[in-house]
């Protein structure tokens, strides 16, 4: 499978750019130049305003005089973190619920799916702001909230699939030879939606790095002094016009992480086609 | 008919019943207290247990929330507990330059995502295909409010074709549409290629291309009119992303919709606000699937003979 995605040029590439930012994201304290919150007072200019990128600052300074490089670099382990602790939480809160719809049927499924139905009817971002305001937000809250409001897809998918699984004759041979419903759950349903998990659990990463970021940048997601893509952009965003060097690249890495999560996730889509599956 | 329309209809009553417990909670669980926050912090304990009689917070939860219900239906979302003026009114007075907004922004995903959808799906496998899948690809991938910073910087800043930020005029509306409707318009290429593509494999579009219809008129008139269905079934799931990114867009461009109102009241914790935009953009997001399902049938006559 793996040479198969390797071959695909777009599933090459998001791979190449999600172990770059992962490895920037593990190796930061010794890839970044300098500490992410050390104010340098050289890294102002004699008016008060950011340094453009530069010898001494590859990527220049933020409002604060702070190394932009640094606090992207460090920014990256924000986004890494709240991009695997929320889609996971979001994938397994969807599976768990779909598959428990699913297999059950009757009133638990209705139950369940039209619970579904209602969280699908509000806008994922204005529910994450809600929770956000409502909560106050650490890093882990964040990565809850967006959680809490990206399972829904997920739940869906795997609804429709085991459904369509509960109804195939082995099941029902399993149940006649005496299975019992964890069994039947754990070893005949559940290994049929790896695939789906495998191909949400990428895919919905580029949903959730935007999330965050989108959040911070509102200024009710992470919150500075941790760097965040998002937060770096919220804070430097009035310099826009004269430094647009502070917006531009943390944007750019922004897009670049999302971007490739969304090759990769297509790719693996294309290669397992979970949506077969379920219809057996 | 009849009885898929009523079937309908009622799930749609249900849904949004469901909205409501869901903002009441909300509204329920949000720290801040509305008594201190109307009374202030000096208020005597008297003042303080009034102000609780007269929102009705000494009523069991069940009531609170059947009073929260009626009001509702009265089209009140209670105050603001900075501004101290009706949610309601003030949502009112911004819907129009969102309406504006999201037309302007369905304009502009359509254009873009059909004209895209098209190009890719008739030159399928080709160098121009894989360039415009590509491009879908970045334009759904890429963040909003990066993208209005983008736009504003390039055109209004450098270039001086579009003002930095306001409303009023099309000048106006041109970049924050833009802004709104390109993630829409990555979708919908992707969406109207896959759409088209399946389409023009069956046997009826070969009819017509062997009866002598031009490409123009084969793609045009018989094979979009086929694929259509899907692409408007989003259109109702649209709203929800538009009311999400409106946020985003309008508090970049300056924008006076709901979605700066809801910037405005996430800077104050002004929860009623953002509780009310949000019941506001569920509703819509409700009656857009709705009228989305509504429409099928007008639109394929398949369906209506089920």
Redesign the interface.
């Known amino acids: 499978m793996l040479r198969a995605l390797l071959r695909n040029p777009?599933a090459l590439f998001g791979l190449v750019v999600i172990l770059a930012i992962g490895l920037a994201a593990l190796a930061a304290p010794w890839l970044a130049p300098f500490p992410p919150d050390e104010q340098f007072f050289e890294g102002l200019s004699l008016e008060g305003a950011p340094l453009p990128p530069g010898p001494q600052f590859w990527l220049g300074t933020d409002l604060l005089g702070r190394d932009l490089l640094s606090r992207l670099i460090y920014g990256a382990r924000t986004s890494l973190i709240i991009g695997l602790a929320a889609n996971g939480t979001a994938v397994l809160i969807g599976t768990a619920l779909g598959l428990v719809a699913g297999y059950a049927g009757g009133w638990t499924a209705t139950i369940l799916m039209?619970?579904t139905?209602?969280m699908m009817?509000?806008?994922?971002?204005?529910?994450a702001?809600?929770?956000a305001?409502?909560f106050s937000p650490s890093l882990w809250i964040v990565a809850l909230v967006i959680a809490l409001v990206n399972w829904v897809q997920v739940a869906r998918v795997i609804y429709t699939q085991t459904r369509g699984l509960v109804e195939q004759d082995y099941i029902e041979a399993c149940r006649a030879i005496g299975a019992g419903h964890g069994r039947i759950l754990s070893h005949h349903i559940l290994p049929h939606l790896v695939p789906t998990m495998l191909v949400w659990g990428t895919l919905g990463i580029?949903t959730t790095v935007?999330l965050e970021?989108?959040l911070s940048?509102?200024?009710?997601g992470v919150r500075p002094p941790t760097p965040s893509w998002?937060n770096i952009?919220f804070e430097n965003?009035t310099y826009?016009?004269t430094a647009?060097w502070l917006?531009?690249c943390p944007?750019a890495a922004?897009?670049a992480l999302?971007?490739a999560f969304?090759?990769l996730g297509?790719a693996l889509n294309d290669l397992l086609d979970p949506l077969q599956q379920g219809r057996g | 008919m009849a009885l898929y329309l009523a079937k309908r209809l009622g799930q749609s009553v249900?849904?949004l019943l469901?909205?409501s417990l869901?903002t009441y909670g909300?509204i329920y669980?949000?720290?801040a207290d509305p008594v201190r926050q109307i009374a202030g912090r000096s208020a005597t304990p008297e003042t303080v247990a009034s102000i609780r009689r007269q929102l009705g917070l000494d009523l069991p939860l069940w009531q609170q929330y059947l009073r929260y219900l009626g009001q509702l239906l009265q089209g009140d979302l209670g105050r603001s507990y900075i501004q101290k003026t009706e949610v309601t009114t003030l949502i009112l007075s911004r819907l129009p330059a969102t309406l504006q907004l999201l037309a302007g922004a369905i304009v502009v995903e359509l254009i873009i995502g059909l004209g895209a959808g098209i190009a890719a799906a008739t030159r399928r496998g080709r160098p121009a295909d894989r360039l415009i899948m590509?491009a879908s690809?970045?334009a759904?991938?890429?963040?909003?409010?990066?993208l209005g910073?983008?736009l504003?910087?390039v055109f209004a800043?450098q270039l001086r074709w579009f003002p930095i930020g306001g409303y009023g005029t099309l000048a106006h509306l041109v970049l924050p549409a833009l802004t709104l409707g390109i993630l829409g318009g990555g979708w919908y290429a992707r969406m109207t290629r896959a759409s088209l593509i399946e389409v023009l494999r069956q046997d009826y579009i070969q009819t017509a291309r062997a009866k002598g219809a031009g490409p123009g008129r084969v793609i045009l008139v018989h094979a979009l009119r086929n694929a259509a269905l899907p692409i408007v079934a989003m259109v109702g799931l649209d709203i929800?992303?538009f009311?999400?990114?409106a946020?985003?867009v309008e508090?970049v461009y300056g924008w006076p919709g709901i979605g700066q109102l809801?910037?405005q009241a996430?800077?104050r914790?002004d929860?009623p606000i953002?509780?009310g935009?949000?019941l506001v953009?569920?509703t819509g997001?409700?009656l857009g699937?709705l009228v989305a399902d509504l429409a099928a049938p007008w639109i394929d006559p398949r369906i209506r003979r089920g």
Do not use: C, E, H, K
């Not at chain 1, 940048?217 to 009710?220: E, R």
């Not at chain 2, 991938?141 to 990066?146: G, K, L, N, R, T």
């Open positions: 777009a039209r619970f139905d209602l009817a509000f806008p994922a971002l204005l529910l702001i809600t929770l305001a409502i580029a935007l970021a989108t940048f509102l200024g009710i998002g952009i965003q826009f016009a647009p917006v531009f944007g922004i897009l999302a971007l969304n090759l297509d | 249900l849904i469901g909205i869901i909300l669980l949000a720290p590509a690809f970045v759904v991938s890429a963040p909003q409010f990066v910073i983008l504003l910087y800043v929800g992303m009311m999400s990114g946020v985003v508090s809801a910037w996430i800077q914790v929860i953002i509780v935009v949000t953009a569920a997001i409700v699937n």
